[in-house]
Every structure is written in C-alpha cells, then in structure tokens.
C-alpha cells in the first residue's frame, strides 16, 4: 500500500509538471496578444524554468524583450531557439531586428536574408 502512494504521489507530480509550463506559456501568450510583455515574460521564464526545452517559450520570450527594446536578451532567447530544429522564418526576421537594435548591421542584414529565403512575409509579423 506505502509503494502505490508514493507512485501515485509521483504520478501526480509528473502531470502538474506537465500542466504546469503549458499553463505558464499559455499564461503568456495571452499577456503578449495583449501588449503586457513584461508579464508575459514572467510567464515565459516560469514555462522555461519547469522546461528548459520548451522552445515556444524562448521565442515568446523573445518577442517580448524586442518590443520592449530589449535587444541583447531577446537574441539570446532566439539564439536557443535557432540552435534547434523549429526553425521558422519570423525567428530570423525578430533576431535581425534585434540586431538592428543593437546597431549590428551586417548581422541583421544576414538574418532577414535568411527570413526571406525560408519565406517570411510581413503577414507572420506579429
């Protein structure tokens, strides 16, 4: 009986874990759609610490701290994600923006070559 609490228990565990970052990335996908990236970001990281491989997250992230001029850690936050297979155009296009921001020219020109070559138009912009 002791050994079907403690597994029930870690069971329990496992899908609070689960819910949990999906519930903070969720949390913050609505504070973006409504312009409160500084929450949003507050709920991103929450996602992130349960899972440091939610990937959606970084990119939220980093969408936040560009809108809020936030360069340098928003290209980190792109950086995670382009280190991955879940590519997609806008990561590019928002990580040469950030570049932009932080005055490195020839890097964003690189990036939104690379946006427009996986087919990023003005429509995926946010």
Not at 7 to 19: H, K, M, R
Not at 59 to 67: D, H, T, V
Not at 80 to 105: E, P, W
């Amino acid at each position: 009986m002791k050994y079907i609490f403690i597994l029930s228990i870690t069971f329990l565990n496992l899908s609070l874990y689960a819910q949990t970052d999906t519930t903070c990335f969720n949390n913050g996908e609505d504070k973006l759609a409504s312009g409160q990236y500084k929450e949003a970001i507050k709920n991103y990281t929450q996602a992130i610490a349960v899972n440091p491989k939610y990937i959606a997250a970084y990119k939220g992230r980093g969408i936040c701290r560009y809108q809020l001029r936030d360069g340098k850690n928003a290209i980190s936050d792109f950086n995670r994600v382009i280190a991955t297979d879940t590519i997609t155009s806008d990561t590019y296009y928002y990580r040469g923006a950030c570049k932009k921001l932080i005055g490195d020219t020839a890097g964003y020109r690189l990036d939104w070559d690379r946006a427009l070559y996986l087919g990023y138009t003005l429509e995926e912009d946010r």
